[in-house]
């Protein structure tokens, strides 16, 4: 079976499902969504024009579907970012030079991605495009064996997936089960002296409102440097924060390793921004982190999370994907993988709505009491026709 033809297009969101309107007017919303006005420690807090809203200064590129499809008609479906750029990545370079090849051959492919990629880097936007077509291909091999993708991983490595919920709206996540849940940090480097004082009240709310017993974590978001990471660490101490997330820039390797220096009783959670499975293998060498946490649909794709979880299990570390849950991707990876004991589930909806409207994949499974019980369909069982890929067409 080769591969015929790989076309990337632009669509909408496939994980931001039905708006706080649309919630609003069914009766379901009782308050619109913490991602709507609140303040996020950001890269950009440095600079006022920036500061307050992320949003103000995120690319507005949309999100990138790709269809590789086989000689003999059978296609896959994948998904990836950053628009225009990584849609001309696959049309215009990496795609033409697959077609021909053997479309089951994921392993082969992936390498040759990675080298066909080595002129401009396969990290980065390459790293985007290597992960669309992936993910596609994984798709297609498991609706050509009519399998699951997580049994042609090696099977399920447990019943249902324990995941954690993320978001500052934490009384709801409390109201839908979840066990474990994790806080976007407001304040970082750039609000100065104050910002330790305002985190530490932030933190404290949180934990009296969810009790010893639920497990609670701090996203950083790129937005510390070592020293603010460290003073916070000590002031958060009381609080038993499972672990904190991404503290510092992530090309700054330098920086992470004096951070777990510094820091050497405090869990470490980082890699949502790190791109191939090179620099995860460095990170594992240096033992800076606790925790992995590749996003699949950047980091190279499921082909390229398999190798990262083999890295991360043999050094002692545990890997748990970036918005893993969100996706029938993610959740197939995660379910499949020994290295991966926790799942993430971004809550961006309203307080109310139920989780089953906020995503576009209408055969994907979604929490209850954080646990997911993944799709059986084959491929990753998102549920989507050609005709309903076409819709999400921009």
């Given at each position: ?10 669509i909408?969101?496939?994980i ?24 996020v ?7 006022p024009?920036?500061?307050a809203?992320?949003?103000s ?24 970012g ?16 697959l077609e021909?090849e ?9 390498d040759?991605?990675?080298r ?5 880097s ?46 500052n ?6 109201e ?34 969810i ?5 609670l974590?701090?996203?950083?978001w790129?937005?510390?440097d ?6 916070l ?6 609080f ?6 991404d ?9 992470h390793?004096?951070?777990r220096?510094?820091?050497?009783w ?9 791109y191939?499975p ?11 982190a ?13 082909t ?48 109310g ?37 076409e819709?999400m067409a921009?």
């Amino acid at each position: 079976m080769k591969i015929k033809s790989i076309e990337a297009f632009a669509i909408t969101n496939p994980i931001a499902g039905g708006t706080y309107e649309e919630a609003k007017q069914k009766g379901t919303a009782r308050r619109p969504p913490w991602t709507k006005d609140a303040e996020v420690a950001n890269p950009m807090s440095r600079y006022p024009r920036y500061k307050a809203l992320r949003a103000s200064w995120l690319s507005s590129f949309p999100a990138v579907g790709v269809i590789v499809t086989a000689d003999d008609g059978s296609w896959g479906f994948g998904t990836t970012g950053y628009g225009q750029p990584t849609i001309s990545l696959i049309n215009d370079h990496i795609g033409p030079l697959l077609e021909g090849e053997n479309a089951l051959a994921t392993e082969k492919l992936y390498d040759m991605m990675m080298r066909i990629t080595s002129p401009y880097s396969p990290s980065g936007l390459g790293s985007y495009a290597i992960s669309g077509i992936d993910l596609a291909l994984w798709d297609l091999k498991g609706k050509v064996l009519k399998l699951p993708v997580y049994e042609l991983a090696g099977g399920a490595a447990r019943d249902s997936q324990f995941c954690y919920a993320t978001g500052n709206d934490t009384d709801w996540h409390m109201e839908l089960g979840f066990k474990a849940t994790k806080l976007a940090c407001p304040y970082g480097t750039a609000d100065g002296l104050e910002a330790l004082d305002k985190n530490e009240a932030f933190v404290a709310k949180a934990r009296e409102l969810i009790g010893p017993h639920v497990e609670l974590m701090l996203d950083c978001w790129m937005a510390f440097d070592v020293e603010f990471a460290v003073r916070l660490a000590h002031r958060l101490r009381p609080f038993n924060l499972k672990w904190m997330e991404d503290c510092l820039f992530p090309e700054d390797h330098t920086s992470h390793k004096a951070l777990r220096e510094r820091l050497p009783w405090q869990t470490i959670a980082t890699g949502e921004h790190w791109y191939t499975p090179y620099t995860f293998f460095e990170a594992a060498k240096d033992r800076v982190a606790d925790i992995f946490q590749p996003d699949i649909h950047w980091v190279g794709g499921f082909t390229a999370c398999q190798k990262i979880a083999a890295i991360a299990e043999y050094a002692g570390i545990d890997m748990y994907c970036h918005a893993g849950m969100n996706t029938p991707y993610g959740q197939h990876f995660t379910i499949a993988s020994t290295a991966s004991k926790w799942g993430e589930f971004f809550v961006g909806g309203a307080p109310g709505q139920p989780l089953k409207e906020t995503n576009n994949y209408p055969g994907m499974a979604v929490p209850g009491n954080g646990q997911v019980v993944v799709s059986d369909e084959p491929g990753f069982g998102h549920g989507l026709s050609k005709q309903a890929i076409e819709a999400m067409a921009l």
